[in-house]
């Protein structure tokens, strides 16, 4: 990558020189680059809705986007967009003035869901579940709206593993964010292209590049949220065990049926021993 001023996304410009940052950002492009292929990603000519809350997360993601495309790796179309939820205090002019800057295309779309999130959800529950539903079918609507064929979300491997333990603790399955999904109406792509990257990784690049970074206010200020609980686990587990968050990653992509005990997954029924002839049929008695 060079850091010449005309040979750089904007998104780039005044990157610091430093060893270390150049190495940060080689390996979120390479992990970003291997999520895309691994997972099948591109269509060519395609357009994706890259969703951008202002968190340092939706930043990388944008970022690394861009500079994918900016070298050809990329051959699909973007659309920056940012949904106000109407949160009171929302720096609305803050994402709009940033991407104007660096000549990102984009869209703005104001839907006060903050209003019925806290008419609908009962004094001390947490406002995420319904929250998400409803910023994700807006997002849906405006997806469709802008002719894409994907809505690209910046969720990173932390998030994917917090979510697999969540689902354990208190969902009594084993799932997590799919790096690829399609919606339930089957007309658009969900991507995660950030499926590799650290969360840490994230901050660090976002905290180097000096992007105007947004906190959400409204599940924040929520105490004893599962995933809090989740990741103040995971992160025990790190600092104890360096580098046990990347090994239980791993893991998720080395699943074995036959280890487990889902029997819609593998027939244990079925299973038979060498040279034993399985079958429940009795012969005739003479």
Not at 118 to 141: H, I, W
Not at 248 to 262: E, G, I, V
Request: glycine share 8%; charged share 25%.
């Amino acid at each position: 990558m060079l850091d010449d001023a005309d040979d750089i996304h904007p998104l780039f410009h005044g990157a610091p020189k430093t060893t270390e940052f150049k190495k940060l950002r080689k390996r979120i492009v390479q992990n970003t680059r291997e999520a895309i292929d691994q997972y099948g990603m591109i269509e060519p000519g395609a357009k994706w809705l890259v969703c951008l809350s202002g968190g340092k997360d939706s930043y990388t993601l944008l970022a690394v986007l861009h500079e994918l495309k900016w070298r050809g790796l990329l051959p699909v179309e973007l659309l920056a967009c940012n949904l106000d939820q109407g949160q009171p205090g929302f720096p609305a002019t803050v994402l709009p003035e940033f991407l104007e800057k660096m000549g990102v295309p984009h869209r703005i779309e104001y839907q006060d869901t903050y209003s019925i999130v806290m008419d609908k959800v009962p004094q001390g529950r947490t406002f995420c579940a319904l929250c998400s539903r409803l910023r994700r079918g807006n997002l849906y609507r405006i997806a469709r709206e802008e002719g894409c064929s994907a809505v690209v979300l910046g969720h990173h491997r932390d998030d994917i593993l917090e979510t697999f333990f969540m689902n354990l603790f208190h969902g009594s399955r084993l799932a997590t964010m799919p790096p690829k999904l399609v919606n339930e109406e089957g007309d658009l792509f969900v991507y995660r292209p950030l499926a590799h990257v650290a969360e840490e990784d994230c901050e660090r690049f976002a905290r180097a590049m000096e992007y105007p970074i947004i906190p959400c206010d409204l599940c924040g200020s929520q105490d004893g949220l599962q995933r809090q609980q989740v990741k103040a686990l995971l992160d025990g587990w790190e600092k104890n065990a360096p580098g046990r968050r990347q090994k239980m990653f791993r893991a998720l992509m080395n699943t074995r049926p036959s280890h487990l005990l889902d029997p819609n997954l593998f027939d244990f029924a079925g299973l038979t021993r060498a040279g034993v002839n399985n079958s429940m049929d009795i012969p005739p008695v003479d």
